[in-house]
């Protein structure tokens, strides 16, 4: 997931029905060192054994992302559509595809447009 799209005031605004479709495109997902601390607590596991178990250096080495399953999904992706760390998820999953999105997202991802008076 690497191209970083801002949002613009024109933009339309859409609302996730979490389809997981963004949770099984291949890339980065970035964790902050605070991330890190709140998911390896949820998950009750020490911060150390979520970084060797969970994590690894992102593409342009310059910080840690959510390793991907051997098929690029989220680690975090179970079944269908659930994630596991949805109470906790990083801002850039947070994010989609309002925030940030990448060519190609809108014939992945199933979220509905929404008015402002909608949001």
């Known amino acids: ?7 613009s005031s024109l933009s ?12 099984r495109w291949p890339g980065d997902v970035h964790v902050t ?3 890190v601390e709140t998911i390896a607590a949820y998950l009750q596991m020490p911060v150390n054994e979520f970084i060797q ?3 690894r250096l992102n593409a342009n080495r310059t910080g840690l992302s959510i390793i991907d399953k051997p ?8 079944g269908v559509n659930v ?3 949805q109470a906790v998820k990083p801002v850039q999953c947070a994010g989609f595809p ?5 060519p190609g997202w809108r014939e992945k991802c199933e979220a509905v447009e929404v008015t402002p008076d909608q949001a």
Do not use: D
């Open 1 to 7: 997931m690497s191209s970083a799209l801002q949002e």
């Open 12 to 23: 339309p605004h859409y609302q996730c029905v979490r389809c997981g479709n963004c949770c």
């Open 33 to 35: 060192e605070k991330e």
């Open 83 to 85: 994630c596991r760390i």
């Open 98 to 102: 309002n925030v940030w999105n990448f």
């Open 71 to 78: 098929n690029g999904e989220c680690l975090f992706l179970q």
């Open 53 to 55: 178990t969970s994590t």
